[in-house]
């Protein structure tokens, strides 16, 4: 179901709002729990700021993808596999919350130009099917938030450990 103007807004508010939500709960992990992992097959809160640093990035072509491009094909990838292959520990937390922080304003500035008729636009993702602009908004709208609150439940179970 599309969104209205005003649900639309709520999310890119939200999307507007996130990277301060993700880099305070960065910056509230002790350097010795920044690597720690709680489990096996989960992410440490380093792994998790850098995941997002990639996300963003492809989220910035997929959002532009949709809006520009007649019947778009938005790739989906293994975030597993790109954590493991890219080897997330070895990655500067810093710059991907950086780049987490620049793609966002960047991809805000340019939503926030659109006109209303931009919107609703449609594509296929290759793991989901049918996608399409609100799809992305409704997604990455919130993606910062739950991986904030991923961090957040690290750090509560590296105290409790």
Do not use: K
């Not at 709680?38 to 440490?44: C, F, I, L, M, Q």
């Amino acid at each position: 179901m599309p969104f209205d103007a005003a649900a639309r807004d709520v999310l890119l508010r939200r999307y507007a709002e996130g990277p301060a939500l993700l880099r305070l709960a960065w910056e509230a992990i002790p350097a010795e729990a920044r690597t720690w992992r709680p489990g096996a097959g989960r992410w440490s809160a380093h792994e998790v700021v850098v995941h997002c640093a990639d996300s963003e990035t492809y989220a910035a072509i997929r959002i532009r993808l949709l809006l520009a491009e007649a019947e778009p094909l938005i790739v989906g990838y293994d975030e597993n596999v790109w954590a493991r292959r890219f080897d997330y520990h070895a990655s500067d937390p810093e710059q991907a919350l950086h780049l987490v922080e620049v793609v966002r304003a960047h991809t805000l500035a340019t939503l926030s130009r659109l006109p209303e008729e931009a919107w609703g636009r449609r594509g296929r993702h290759t793991h989901s099917g049918p996608d399409g602009t609100d799809d992305w908004l409704r997604s990455y709208g919130e993606h910062l938030e739950i991986h904030a609150a991923q961090i957040r439940r690290n750090l509560a179970a590296w105290h409790i450990r």
